[in-house]
């Protein structure tokens, strides 16, 4: 069934590891192009001038929106989600999203809607991570070592394009463009990790069987009951 469904690659910035950090930037790729959802801190962005550098820099279809603060992303993710993605043929992908002991996106997108009261945003979606395909099912050896991060990865089997227009070496960039209000390049980042997820999510549905994607359900146990009547 994994291979029969759309990969939506999908990755979060925050301001740090810690359960009071906070969500800053989500980001989906579709079939469509990409969507980002940007927590502004309250203060002002332009997005049309967003989209249009960004859609110049990467050449490929973004659509941004702009949100006040946290609580107001994770609520327009949600609503995105199930309009757009949820009981349909996709699936949720993320790259060390969440694993069976370890993973970060998702893990802490559950903390940060639990402290908020917030609706869980991808209710009805299946979720597969890629990291497990690419460490086990192929090779990434580069000068004897195997590198199983996203970009290691990417650069392995892809090559350095998305590479060379993520304007960060490493997250800490990331919240330091957030705390400086920078949210071109912050959210250029997030593409960059994004479309390096949907190529590599693409690689792994050319050469690898359906067992391959362990799929899991991100369906709440409890669901929320605005939602019962889907």
Same mark, same amino acid.
């Given at each position: 069934?994994?291979?029969?469904?759309?990969? @939506?690659?999908?990755?979060?910035?925050?301001?740090?590891?810690?359960?009071?950090?906070?969500?800053? @930037?989500?980001? &989906?790729?579709?079939? &469509?192009?990409?969507?980002?959802?940007?927590?502004?801190?309250? +203060?002002? !962005?332009?997005?049309?001038?967003?989209?249009?550098?960004?859609?110049?820099?990467?050449?490929?279809? @973004?659509?941004?929106?702009?949100?006040?603060?946290?609580?107001?992303?994770?609520?327009?993710?949600?609503?995105?989600?199930?309009?757009?993605?949820?009981?349909?043929?996709?699936?949720?992908?993320?790259?060390?999203?969440?694993?069976?002991?370890?993973?970060?996106?998702?893990?802490?997108?559950?903390?940060?809607? $639990?402290?908020?009261?917030?609706?869980?945003?991808?209710?009805?979606?299946?979720?597969?991570?890629?990291?497990?395909?690419? +460490? $086990?099912?192929?090779?990434?050896?580069?000068?004897?070592?195997? @590198?199983?991060?996203?970009? /290691?990865?990417?650069?392995?089997?892809?090559?350095?394009?998305?590479? !060379?227009?993520?304007?960060?070496?490493?997250?800490?960039?990331?919240?330091?463009?957030?705390?400086? /209000?920078?949210?071109?390049?912050?959210? !250029?980042?997030?593409? !960059?990790?994004?479309?390096?997820?949907?190529?590599?999510?693409?690689?792994?549905?050319?050469?690898?069987?359906?067992?391959?994607?362990?799929?899991?359900?991100?369906?709440?146990?409890?669901?929320?009951?605005? &939602?019962?009547?889907?």
């Amino acid at each position: 069934m994994g291979t029969k469904l759309t990969p @939506v690659a999908f990755d979060v910035e925050t301001t740090g590891f810690e359960s009071d950090s906070t969500v800053t @930037v989500l980001g &989906l790729v579709l079939p &469509l192009g990409c969507r980002v959802f940007l927590n502004a801190g309250g +203060r002002p !962005a332009d997005r049309d001038r967003l989209e249009r550098e960004l859609e110049t820099e990467f050449d490929a279809v @973004v659509r941004v929106s702009c949100h006040r603060n946290e609580r107001e992303l994770l609520a327009a993710v949600a609503e995105f989600v199930a309009e757009s993605i949820a009981d349909d043929d996709y699936m949720l992908v993320a790259y060390n999203g969440e694993l069976y002991r370890g993973g970060f996106d998702l893990p802490f997108l559950r903390t940060r809607c $639990a402290l908020l009261d917030c609706r869980w945003p991808f209710d009805g979606v299946p979720y597969a991570d890629l990291l497990p395909i690419f +460490r $086990a099912r192929f090779n990434t050896t580069v000068d004897e070592e195997q @590198v199983n991060d996203l970009e /290691g990865a990417y650069q392995a089997l892809i090559g350095d394009g998305l590479t !060379a227009l993520d304007p960060f070496a490493d997250s800490r960039e990331a919240v330091a463009a957030f705390e400086r /209000g920078e949210f071109r390049p912050l959210l !250029a980042h997030n593409l !960059a990790d994004i479309l390096r997820t949907d190529a590599l999510a693409g690689v792994a549905q050319r050469y690898c069987g359906t067992s391959e994607f362990d799929l899991k359900s991100l369906t709440p146990t409890l669901r929320d009951p605005s &939602l019962t009547g889907r």
